[in-house]
């Protein structure tokens, strides 16, 4: 049986993920986002399931893991994020005075936090938060997480889908010490991979040429110092379109022309709810 490693505890986002979309491995908890990397990175037979960005708060942070690992990436899914309040059984909305989450979930609730004048406090992880409540048995307190978090630790739903925003997603990435992608057919692909650049004058400017002349749309371009340094950079980048493809080579030949390391990290599937 295949592992599945997902960081935080069971009840997290990450686990209602893994669940989604695998039927039969075996799932697995990682204290923090290093440990699932290096997990997967010495384990052939395991993966990992890993928070990437949310639609509404951005990036999560994992992308310096992604760049030392280079860890294969095999698909994409887009989870729907439904914020719910969670209390100890007969709680009531009046009871609480503390409420406890991850700070992104926090932040995506702020208007109903505001309006009960509940206080927030910043924990590492919205399962967690759950946990906690269950152990406290304190009916001050009360967590932000999800069904899956209740149904885990018999907590009961105060209120459901407390988000200012409805719609939410958070976009995960599926990630493999193997290399794997999918043949060149006509379907729509997601090319990601990572690059540096020569140290010189209007480097990324004459890097990204490639991609204009060829038609090829970049869908993400972000820039990450390198670790203990604010004056070299790599980019991570995804573009539509499969690495097989005559355009998309053609680009990324013209870009390797300007790099002093390259790396394809994955081709896949692009999810069906992008664009949407």
Do not use: W
């Amino acid at each position: 049986m295949s592992k599945i490693y997902f960081q935080g505890t069971f009840g997290a986002y990450s686990h209602l993920a893994a669940i989604s979309i695998f039927k039969d491995a075996e799932i697995i908890p990682c204290k923090t986002f290093d440990e699932c990397f290096l997990k997967a990175s010495k384990d052939d037979n395991s993966k990992i399931i890993i928070p990437e960005s949310n639609r509404i708060t951005g990036n999560i942070g994992i992308e310096y893991l992604i760049f030392k690992y280079r860890l294969n990436i095999y698909s994409e899914y887009f989870q729907k994020i439904e914020h719910n309040l969670l209390g100890l059984p007969g709680t009531k909305i009046s009871d609480i005075k503390d409420v406890y989450s991850h700070g992104q979930a926090l932040s995506q609730c702020s208007k109903f936090i505001k309006s009960n004048s509940l206080i927030e406090h910043v924990r590492a992880d919205t399962a967690g938060s759950a946990e906690m409540v269950s152990k406290t048995k304190d009916k001050t307190k009360a967590a932000i997480a999800s069904l899956l978090s209740a149904k885990t630790y018999n907590l009961e739903i105060i209120k459901k889908n407390i988000e200012n925003e409805k719609g939410n997603q958070t976009r995960f990435l599926i990630m493999g010490k193997n290399i794997s992608q999918p043949e060149f057919g006509n379907k729509k692909y997601i090319t990601s991979f990572l690059f540096k650049l020569k140290s010189k004058p209007a480097a990324l400017y004459q890097s990204l040429g490639g991609f204009a002349i060829n038609g090829v749309n970049l869908t993400k371009l972000q820039s990450y110092p390198e670790k203990n340094t604010f004056d070299s950079f790599f980019f991570l980048c995804d573009l539509d379109g499969h690495i097989e493809d005559t355009k998309v080579q053609k680009s990324l030949e013209e870009l390797g022309l300007h790099c002093q390391d390259f790396h394809v990290l994955g081709v896949f599937e692009a999810d069906k709810i992008r664009g949407k």
